[in-house]
């Protein structure tokens, strides 16, 4: 028996021929069933409060479970899409009060950094490639304050020869261990406390035989000769690398060369020790001031000059010792340059730049001076 004003229901996935059970086939609700009054179909609809399928199966849902799941409110990228031949989609509006990061500009080129050596074979470039690179001069003279010492130790020199030969031995033991110590740090190698102590030592054992020889300059030769074998026994016998240990030898020999070297104002003349460490003093002096280079030797080597003559009419030696206290002063002018190379640093300038002019000057003072008396 056909009901009354029933719905159309569609066909089930399988036809009406598979005879499938359909609950809703079977029994339609009342406010499925046509009414023609519209208030009773009201009527049932309202007060339905029973639970349905939908409701049995899905559970409650909190607050924080809806907001769990939410896009985040930062930026996203726009989803991929695929332009039509001849269309250009608009881009999309900015949603208020949602951050819209700009595009990155293009840094610049980062400056080359000079940083320490690494495992990977980048050499470190020193302050005075650097200095080259920047078109700066990697030329740092000591200054003046060195110079000011270099010039209290001569007057030193000088007025400690005037009084006797052991009385030198305190400014020149003083000298000769600045010499070895500003030479290994203006090589580059600290701490070095096994190649200072060596040519100090060397320096003390050449003052000594000296002392014992009459101050023959054959005590000088000898001791620079053990010394310098010394040095290579020593280094062979390291375990460092064979780079190192060419480089730690040429240090410890030319810091032991030196300091043995300036023992030379002990074998030397008393006159001719007091003429050249004033000589030197003075150059080192006028060297320090501000003026251009080659004004600044011209004028160290004419105050040497001048002061030789000065302190040669109060000695044997008169005026002929102006010519020693040239030649003092050219040794002193070259090892001021030696402790101005490579960018030095200032513990240099107070070591090698206040002792290497006055130890380079030694071997003139004691050549010359024994050629004029």
């Known amino acids: 028996m056909n009901q009354p004003n029933q719905p159309h229901q569609p066909n089930p996935p399988y036809g009406e021929g598979h005879g499938a059970y359909d609950p809703y086939r079977q029994q339609a609700w009342p406010a499925q069933q046509g009414y023609e009054d519209p208030q009773a179909a009201q009527q049932y609809t309202q007060q339905w409060q029973g639970q349905t399928w939908e409701t049995q199966m899905q559970q409650p ?22 332009q039509t031949p001849g269309y250009a989609p608009a881009p999309p509006a900015p949603e208020p009060g949602r951050y819209r990061p700009q595009a990155p500009e293009a840094a610049p080129a980062p400056a080359p950094d000079y940083g320490p050596a690494t495992l990977g074979g980048n050499a470190r470039l020193t302050d005075a490639q650097r200095a080259r690179a920047e078109g700066r001069s990697p030329i740092i003279e000591p200054g003046i304050q060195p110079a000011a010492l270099t010039a209290l130790l001569g007057l030193l ?14 400014p020149l033991v003083i000298l000769q261990a600045v010499t070895a110590a500003g030479w290994f740090r203006l090589n580059g190698m600290w701490p070095a406390r096994q190649g200072i102590a060596l040519g100090f030592a060397g320096a003390l054992v050449a003052d000594a035989a000296l002392l014992v020889s009459d101050r023959s300059p054959a ?16 280094q062979l ?10 480089y730690g030898l040429m240090a410890t020999v030319a810091a032991s060369a030196l300091a043995v070297i300036a023992a030379g104002y002990l074998a030397a003349d008393a006159h001719a020790v007091m003429v050249g460490a004033v000589a030197v003093a003075a150059a080192v002096l006028v060297r320090a001031l501000p003026l251009p280079t080659p004004a600044s030797v011209i004028a160290a080597l004419l105050a040497a000059a001048g002061t030789g003559i000065a302190v040669g009419t109060l000695t044997d030696l008169g005026t002929p010792a102006a010519l020693l206290a040239a030649g003092a002063a050219v040794c002193a002018l070259t090892g001021h340059r030696v402790a101005a190379y490579d960018y030095p640093s200032r513990f240099v300038h107070f070591t090698a730049g206040v002792a290497l002019p006055l130890a380079a000057a030694a071997p003139a003072v004691y050549v010359l001076g024994r050629a004029l008396t």
């Open 61 to 82: 849902v909190s607050a924080a479970e809806t907001t769990a799941y939410l896009p985040p409110q930062g930026y996203q990228e726009p989803a991929p899409y695929t």
């Open 157 to 170: 020199l000088a007025g400690a020869a005037a009084v006797g030969t052991y009385a030198l031995l305190v």
């Open 219 to 234: 005590a000088i030769l000898g001791t620079l000769g053990v010394w310098v074998l010394l040095a290579l026994v020593l």
């Open 237 to 246: 016998r390291s375990h460092a690398d064979p780079d190192e240990r060419m």
